[in-house]
């Protein structure tokens, strides 16, 4: 009897092990510093191949040489049933970030999330606008889980049984320190195929595996100047005449706009869209694009895919749509070839061959109320989980292919994306309008390898107006959405000077925006990012407890944790912290060294938290050290191809300071054949004097420099 118990018992634990075990993962590296692992039979669909992404050899070529930044043996994996499930390995005192574009938190340890493209809804659950499969720890890697389907993350959360540090167990009858979250060393993927490729980039520092990151997705995109200058979007059934009054009402007043958004009303009819000009409201749309482009304004059109039987595209698209509607609209199958040379030659056919400088591509995205439901069925066999995850993804792929092939750059909108879309010219934006949120969506599109707007539409006050639009203008598009309102930058006059001084100032520091941007290209730096990021940084404010001891409404307690969310880093330079309305003051924290006023120069701190009252004029902005911001002249527009601006090279602090300034024709891709130049500029301070310098534009490269004039911002 003895006996049959104890080879009872060693067969339980056999099998039970055998649950646990896992297969090995084989690393391969295939770009420096990113390993693939190959788990299972990885589907044909993944994110990768769906955006086209080729990786940025020359970026990632610079980039420090590393070795594996995880314990191998700690990472495995297990195909199962059809699906493929994955742990890694966290440390005690890891933090980790991403895991798509969240708009209420960063510290992402801890979540149980499911990551799925979807409008966003009021709550980081892993249903956003681009939930890109992409997570980076404070360790210094990063982890990107190559699959279209909708993926279920532990963060930090599940405990296991034969987990390396098992947490103690307690006693909640009367331990005071009993902890709803019992301590969780691995995050768990479960990805509903049988095979995945994974992807691990080293660092050595976190920002390193984010720019691997982006660099494997092709490099950050690089927008057209005048991409990054202002852009109004006119309210919903705007005429010809609307548009050119639009037009004139910004040049007479005074201020700056590159690029004009139509929303609805435009085409004939929407929702569901016909793609064709409405006759009435735009009798000619040829001259009026190119009578726009003539005083150097381009237009922006908004539009969903889903097509109305009354497109005239509607019965060729028909054979290659999905077999649900959205709002009575087909949705064509743009995996397939055949759907794409209708649905995009309809987009390209009198607009963008017209002038048309880009697209807003709206929902596509979701909600689920009025999307395709995950039983709909698409002719290429892409099942409607997959359409969902990378819809967005074809979009931006497939128009900017457009205009790739015109070597005309775009820069546009677009509500959904998802990892591989990095190098994609789009920025994404929503309806949510959380000013906050919308902040913190800034500092996390840095993680997730996109770029978000918080755009402005309307405001119960001037204040909100003004502060609103001052966060907008240190964002990657800057932007009035007055698709309902029909608001304008003036149109709170108590503040419609503020307004103008902040929209010129937007103008004033393109060479620095564009040259941030290049880095991103380039260097797969992203331009707008969080703190966590920026070398000196702790939050050094104590963690909030929140230990709402009330089990009814709180018995499982969530952890309390302070993060910093409300400021973030603009460029290499810059870090600003917005205001929110109502606020007449707030704290800032400094990162280690010497940071100095943007606006006066003056010294601001060093490692501390400081408590600024900026008034209702200012949103705080701080330069780091031997800053450097090259400006430019206030312009109405982006310069054009060839016009030479002259460079104010603005220097905080007193180290010695280099920046490099980028320089292209600011509208074709030439630069991909080589044709740009960065050059250096340098400043010292030299007995009580300012010297500064820049190297000679190289022979044969594009050269828009013109006069360099440098000035010290911080007193001698
Ligand atoms: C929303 C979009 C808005 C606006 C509107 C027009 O879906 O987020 O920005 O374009 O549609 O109907």
Redesign the pocket.
Known sequence: MKILKFFLMISLLLSSTEILKAQSIIWTEVEPGIWKGVIGKPEEFDLLKVAGAQPYYAGLQQMPKVTFPLAQDEIIGRVQDGKTYLRFPLERKEQIFGFGLNFQTVFQRGKVLSLHVDNYAGKDNGRTHAPTPFYVSSNGYGVFINSARYINVYAGTAVRRDSKTVPDVQDRNLDKNWNSHPYSDGVEILVPAAGVEIYVFAGPTTLDAIRRYNLLNGGGCLPPRWGLGFTQ?MQ?LTDAQGVAAEAQAFEEKGYPLDFIGL??GWQSK??PCTFEWDKTRFPDPKTLVQDMLKKNIRLNL?T?PYVSPEAPVYKDILPYSGSHTVWNGIVPDISMPEARKIFFGELEKGKIDIGVSGY?M??VDGGDNYLWPDVAVFPSGHDAEQMRQTYGLMMQRYTSEIYHNRNQRTFG?V?ASNGGGASFPYVI???YYDHRDFITALVNSGFAGVLWTP?V?SSKTAEEWLRRFQSNVFSPMAMI?A??SGTKPWSFSEVAEQVKTMANLRMQMMPYWYSEFAKYHFEGIPPFRAMYLEDGFTNTEARSENKKLNLEENPYEEAATKEVKDQYMAGEYLLVAPMFAGQTSRKVILPKGKWYDFYSGKYAGNGEVINVTPGLDKIPVYVKDGGIIPMMPVMLHAPKAGQKVDIEVKYYGEQPGTYSLYDDDGETYDYEKGNYAFRKITVIKLNGKLKGAITPAPKGKPDNVGKVTFKAMTEL
């Open positions: 979007r919903r929303e609805p929407s929702y908004w969903n807003k709206d929902e909108l509500r934006y929503n309806d755009e539409r959405n698709w309902a």
